[in-house]
């Protein structure tokens, strides 16, 4: 598997920003970083790999943050985190990082996906006591290390998009940049005050259960037109039903359900990128007898119906 490495920003180039494009044989695309006057960074990907590739993030600093998801498929890891979290298409998140280093396992599919980031000690500063009054549960997250994930909203979906195709350049760039990136930060902490914001943090799992889930995992995507059942892979690593749900929402941020349809129709996207299958044979590889029902999937999870899937794959 490539390995690309993104470094940190060299001094002098914080206030305008940085792109650091993905080498010609890795993809196309790359990752903006930018650090703006209120003490928050921006790190802004957009890119297409032309194989499942990992990045490694290094001198990644402690910070506490939101991230945007809109496409892509990667499985992330931050330093102080013994487990990985699946992020994909149309997630958003909250999390408190305290290690100096990154890494991510990264599909195919393009990226676009944005990470709001301050120094925790300037996060309440910056945010005001009020606010912390309005979610309580934010104060807490700035004391332990966390990870909280939810779905975006059709106004950060909005946002997203706009930073996306952006047709400034300079210092214009930068200020729309800012913009659109307190814009998100207002759509998810109201998205969090109104859900009375995240629990707080849950005792960590056992290295043994981590283990566990991962083999898990690897068991319900061994056969994708015939999987395990649910309560087959929970007897398999060793848990109670109520037990294995939690801890693999924990190790992989959603639930095993959703964990095997998103694998399913990720692998169906890749028969229909490659050619090798029509959209009955890809629904049929994938477990779904129906192909109305798979076409139904497909389209909520790519946004386009199966037919189009290739032609209508973005690119950077």
Not at 199 to 207: C, I, R, V
Request: net charge positive; proline share 7%.
């Amino acid at each position: 598997m490539k390995t690309i490495r993104i470094l940190p920003k060299k001094k002098g180039e914080e206030e305008g920003g940085v792109h650091l494009p993905l080498p010609p044989d890795a993809g196309r695309g790359g990752v903006s970083m930018m650090s703006l006057a209120s003490g928050i960074q921006l790190l802004f990907s957009d890119y297409s790999l032309h194989e499942t590739t990992r990045m490694e993030y290094a001198s990644f600093p402690a910070v506490f943050g939101f991230g945007f998801c809109l496409s892509g498929e990667i499985l992330n890891q931050p330093g102080g985190f013994k487990a990985a979290d699946a992020i994909g298409p149309d997630q958003s998140a909250v999390f408190h990082f305290t290690g100096e280093s990154m890494k991510e396992v990264v599909a195919r599919r393009r990226v676009i996906r944005l990470n709001i980031m301050m120094e925790p000690e300037k996060v309440e500063a910056f945010l005001g006591n009020e606010l912390q009054m309005a979610i309580p549960s934010l104060h807490k997250l700035l004391r332990h290390p966390y990870r909280a994930f939810d779905s975006l909203t059709p106004a950060m979906k909005a946002a997203l998009l706009q930073l996306a195709s952006c047709p400034y350049e300079g210092r214009i760039r930068s200020l729309f940049m800012e913009g659109k990136a307190l814009e998100l930060m207002a759509c998810k902490l109201d998205q969090l005050h109104s859900r009375k914001g995240p629990a707080p943090p849950e005792p960590g799992l056992k290295t043994g259960e981590i283990d566990r889930i991962h083999y898990a995992g690897e068991l319900l995507i061994a056969d994708l037109e015939n999987p395990i059942t649910l309560s087959e892979a929970a007897r398999q690593a060793g848990m109670c039903r109520s037990r294995f749900h939690y801890c693999f929402r924990e190790v992989y941020g959603m639930t095993p359900f959703h964990f095997l349809r998103h694998q399913r129709l990720e692998a169906a996207g890749r028969f229909l990128c490659e050619g090798k299958l029509n959209v009955t044979q890809a629904a049929c590889a994938v477990g779904y007898a129906s192909v109305s029902h798979f076409t139904k999937a497909f389209r909520q999870h790519t946004g386009c119906l199966p037919g189009q899937y290739r032609k209508k794959e973005p690119a950077p």
